[in-house]
């Protein structure tokens, strides 16, 4: 199987596969370099977009690089992720048909900041954020709009 790289219809640049992909196929490896959540912070603060993938439930992030970094989000993925032997890996979540696009839901659990979703699947969500950071969210701003003064 050869992965390539070229525009893609939910965002910038996506990853396709030349050939066929069985469900549960190991596809392709997230590889970068390991940071903590502060290095991560002290490099990428005021940058708009990253590669990061979230580690230890946000202790750690892989500042990707390669061709699995290119694989863009969907609330409807082909593909999922998982860490085997310390390696994150993006795996088949069904059969995959050449030419289509490798896609991933990223579950952004932090940050208050929109993160829109631009996947177009029919049941999206709208977020790159997980539905339970979303309620985080919402719980918050519900919580931040009810100690505001009534300004009657």
């Keep these: 199987m050869t992965l390539v790289l070229r525009e893609s219809r939910i965002h910038s640049c996506g990853c396709y596969t030349s050939a066929p992909i069985k469900k549960g196929t190991l596809v392709v490896e997230y590889v970068g370099e390991r940071l903590t959540n502060e290095q991560a912070d002290d490099l990428y603060d005021d940058v708009p977009m990253t590669y990061l993938f979230g580690l230890d439930t946000g202790k750690h992030v892989v500042d990707g690089y390669g061709v699995a970094a290119f694989i863009n989000h969907c609330c409807q993925p082909n593909c999922e992720t998982d860490i085997i032997g310390g390696r994150i890996w993006i795996i088949a979540l069904r059969d995959i048909e ?9 579950n952004l659990f932090d940050g208050e900041d929109d993160a829109p979703c631009l996947c177009r699947a029919a049941r999206c969500r709208g977020s790159m954020y997980s539905s339970a950071h979303l309620r985080k969210i919402a719980k918050a701003r519900a919580k931040a709009a009810a100690q505001r003064p009534n300004p009657a």
């Excluded at 050449?98 to 990223?106: H, N, S």
């Design 98 to 106: 050449a030419g289509e696009e490798l896609t991933y839901d990223y």
